[in-house]
């Protein structure tokens, strides 16, 4: 197995169930002396929090961060950071019933097949929950890149099949609208559209899947390791990696199939001195390494899987049919929530691809 | 460095530029026993060399393979298979004006960036003939994969905005259509309208983009490594890794979005007391791990960015504005010759998933 | 960096420091279903715990194992498990006169040099502290190998220039007479004159250093992957990682620099319809893969570096000669409380080799 | 399996049997803009060619290297570099007696368990002949280190029980003298000795056994990443994965389990502002990081385990016991030719560790 830790240089291995005692992650390779204390963490933890807003899952945890190790005086000491956040407000018996019943669009099954036998409280492992390592490594990624001038934006361009406007490249502006509506999303305008839609489907019991993208700014030309460590392969696979993202696009993305050349091509040019380009339908990289522009990513998320509307199974204790009807407390949709979880892996990228770049410079002055 | 080797127990290793002496892999992890013959590669690479047809490069290559190591008496021997083909017929001197100024689209300026100095003929490192590695490397996963019941099949599902109908899902009939014709699309009457866009494209000197969707069959339940390595975030990865490639789907993919929960979620069902799904949005994958339903995988494969028609671009030497037209023989577009190193690329993920689920039973008969 | 983590298929993450909150480990591909109760860890811990006797150091830990996540209903579940041991009795003050001056035979200077920046306090990340982790994880991977009828024992041959008779293979009774004394030596007269010796250099502020074997029976022929992850070499890796190791030899060792061929030759045999070997200088590997012998490790560990002495060292504040007398409790020799942690090590290292072998087989019936 | 790469960042992949057709490197991570002709590589595999003097095989191989990628205009370029020495001399037919009996001190009979096939001409891979691409590999690694001002020189210290008197530690000279006499002893007085107990072995059909020794002068400090890949346990993988190699000491190695700690602790001292070590029983390496120190790694090599004398062993055919008398053209000792091999071994996890270094910087200037 051993499929838990991501990265090269920066490297995090998360750890913990939804309903186990605790979820938490060990970040190795951060340089020593980054100024780093609990509230760099906690602030990202806060932003994806359940509980806070009407459109999320109404599970009560703080998500208190404490950090077990690496840090000395404020510093990061070049050594493993281990953190973790207890799990408190657990509430398993809401999933008895579903121990033998698998929730269609849930790893219940896939888990039970691979591993013969799983935590089944509260999805176990693959709960959502486990993206809490995710985000409190993406916080130290997101310091680290910050010293060297690098933003990472997320925020949701479509829930329910309303499409959002997003006209403006004011990355600060995007951020500001994107944070404040429970939906994320910087339109707001369509952000009202996009909260009826979610009411009328809670009232039916259902769900709505969208879409979100993930802004790098300030990303230097130059990272990216080819032919397999592309800097955008290594995007998708981390944004891929979230449960429920089943596309993930880099610029014109999806678009660019049925582009001319003459039309995908983004023209180089140079202005006060400086190369650029004209257009970014290459959201930023090129051969799979980074162009200078800022790295744009898409990911399609789906609907939150767990609905109460009654869905067919199988009972795997019998091998027969059933039916299902899932209770628990469920985000109505994802995308708002996946925001920083999205921003968290991209950053983590982004900060090993900034170390990787530092090893292979044959003059190191 | 060190981004030329992918996957973790079948695990391949490329090298090569496409004007340098040779291109080749190096393939570790290949159990011993397998049969494996020079036919095995060769057939693979016959499918994606160049000049088999009006719609691709007019690049003569035979591209005959050649195995070094790793093979005995016709079986893998378990130790390292290195596989090499000879560039004959690269000519250099069409890319001497392409040394200061880096082709739009292409991973010219970025290779620069990157590394200070670059093999500038044919592309270098980032020419699509890297993939002569890949595609050998995918011929010994298939073989590997074909023996456990699973098949590899890819096709192109839309060019130049031309969409093909797919209807069917005999893969063995998708495949033999895909085969019969030069843009490797199962919709013969869609191929038709497909050639028509090409031959109006390469007289304007423009290229089209396109989407292609893999699919491997017969693939058992339980295959992929949570919460990182998961299937679809490897085979993400492995999918963005061509530098074509801006965006990768999985089963019903960018559709997801504007789903409902009750529509996305694949139902279980039991048929002859074996548990399957009645549809699969989830294209063969949930939670990171394999359903047992067939994989389902799509690309977005932009226009191929070396165009005769002028484009703007920046004198390296000079740093001042400059206009380039790219002689060379390219392909028209990409997605026709991507689709045997796409499969290349679903098989060796699904060959060392297969191996790394091997490696976490407890038991082992 | 990205240092700590260690193992292919079973591995460990270690994360820690001496007078920080805890230390632990996160353990990566322990298969599903293996039975693992907190008691299993506990054992092994209460083997390295400090405290236990007249030869360790005074610092009195209970080092209570917490399993945090990866464990079901006693069971392992295939997800990563976390288990930490919370630092009680670190009393930091004695190391305040240490902050500026490097303890000569430590890795205060070089951790200083390397990160720029360090936790002082008990010598920080390089304290034997750190091991807690790798002997929680080696718990695990002796439960392991146990199904798979591997045993791995450790004792100590050499202290203070006393060298212990061990006549004996019979890893049951050697076991049993090493873990009977304070110094865990099987030959009882040896440990008489040991502990004199012991008792001369703790009388005048000194330390000793001494030899430890390693003995894994019941290992399969055919662990190791040629030609890098060799098992002997990952076995040289594994042990020579701790800190107080400056030699690891396999079967024979440094002996075998001595001999004639015709004398280090193992000749093969048959007994019984069993192939096997008339003597095993090759300590169980050959060609970096298990023989089917016992594999037999030894390793040399030097003095404890802290000694009361006084010693030369440098202020780093001031860039002059010091001079340095280490208080603090420490060991006053190294090997007795060396041997669960090289057994861990040992164990960690053939779980994951025994897990790798899986991985390569062409039927896996 | 994948056991054949080694490396982090400078990454190299061996490939190739003995008897095959070729054998060879991939080297990745190897700094673009690095000066590099094939006369870099041929130097060094010059070094440990065979048929070189009357103390190694008689198999004529001139060992010529083709770099077939990864270089253009005399400089590599950041791309993978592949290197290849074809196999010309190969006699096979002196190991058709040995296909089903497997050599004592070989590893004929493990590769035979593990892979169920082998390819057992001339050792197949597990040959000598697969540390040509060792040696090349390491040839780059040393051009890298040397731009740094860091040398590695490696010599016999022992041979057939000769103990050779190494006093000095002027480098140059150890290596000039080393390299003017076959077995390679910087002390000419103990190498008439060594010579004499050749003969008498040879004539006997025996081998000899020996340790060599490989110092690494100009190492910065800092090098090496706890807790696992300090660089001492990198040291000792690299080294012990060598076939014939069965203990690995650092400094003063198993001298030290004799030590008392104020005999064993190297004092730190000033000169000229500069900090230093009075001594270096550390060897260069304390907790796993570079001191600054020359890094002193000894190596215990078995004797060669082909000798013609008639030996036991077992027909793999039959089952039964059976004698064997090695034909073919082997070393009668291992240690002259071995040192160019472990020099490369060294090299390579220096370079690799000092790109590391560079990447865990959080100021880059």
């Known amino acids: ?16 169930e939804s309903h186990g005692r605790a979820v938490g992650v060990v970040v190795d390779g951060c340089p020593a002396g980054l100024p780093l204390l609990v509230d760099d963490i906690q602030k990202e933890l806060d932003r994806r929090r359940p509980g806070q807003s009407r459109v999320s899952t109404e599970r009560k945890e703080e998500d208190r961060v404490e950090i077990l190790s690496g840090t000395f005086e404020g510093q990061a000491t070049g050594t493993p950071i281990s953190m973790l956040v207890w799990n408190r407000d657990a509430n398993s018996s809401a999933y008895d019933a579903l121990r033998d019943r698998p929730r269609p669009g849930h790893a219940d099954y896939t888990y039970q097949m691979k591993y013969g036998l799983r935590d ?15 985000v ?3 916080a130290i ?15 949701v361009t479509e829930l329910g099949g309303v499409k959002a406007d997003i006209s403006s490249s004011d990355l600060a502006l995007l951020r500001e609208r994107a944070e404040s509506n429970p939906v994320r999303c910087p339109d707001l305008v369509a952000v009202e559209k996009m909260l009826e839609r979610l009411a009328s ?3 039916e019991g259902d769900s709505l899947g969208g879409m979100a993208e993930i802004v790098a700014a300030g990303v230097p030309a130059g990272l990216g390791e080819p032919v397999f460590d592309n800097l955008d392969a290594d995007l998708a696979k981390a944004l891929m990696s979230l449960g429920a993202v089943k596309a993930v696009e880099i610029g014109a993305g999806r678009k660019c199939a049925s582009m001319l050349g003459s039309e995908g091509n983004d023209p180089l040019t140079v202005q006060d001195g400086k ?7 290459a959201g930023g990289i090129l051969g799979g390494i980074s162009t200078g522009a800022p790295i744009v990513c898409r990911i399609a998320v789906k609907p939150t899987p767990s ?31 996946i925001v920083p979880v999205a921003e968290a892996m991209v950053a983590v990228v982004l900060a090993d691809h900034l170390l990787r770049s530092r090893a292979n410079r044959l003059e190191f002055v």
């Open 307 to 337: 609905i109460s509307r009654i869905q067919q199974t199988v009972d795997l204790s019998t091998g027969e049919a059933a039916e299902i009807s899932i209770k628990g407390r469920h985000d109505p949709t994802i995308p708002p929530r």
């Open 201 to 203: 489907a809670r009232q």
């Open 120 to 134: 089944h409280r509260g999805g176990g492992r693959a709960s959502a929950r486990e993206t809490v390592g995710r």
């Open 141 to 155: 990624a997101k310091k680290l890149l910050l010293k060297e001038g690098i933003e990472v934006v997320g925020y």
């Open 1 to 16: 197995m051993s499929g838990n830790t991501f990265g090269t240089i920066f490297r995090i291995t998360t750890w913990g």
């Open 136 to 138: 409190a490594a993406g």
């Open 275 to 281: 190369i650029g380009f004209k257009s970014n339908n």
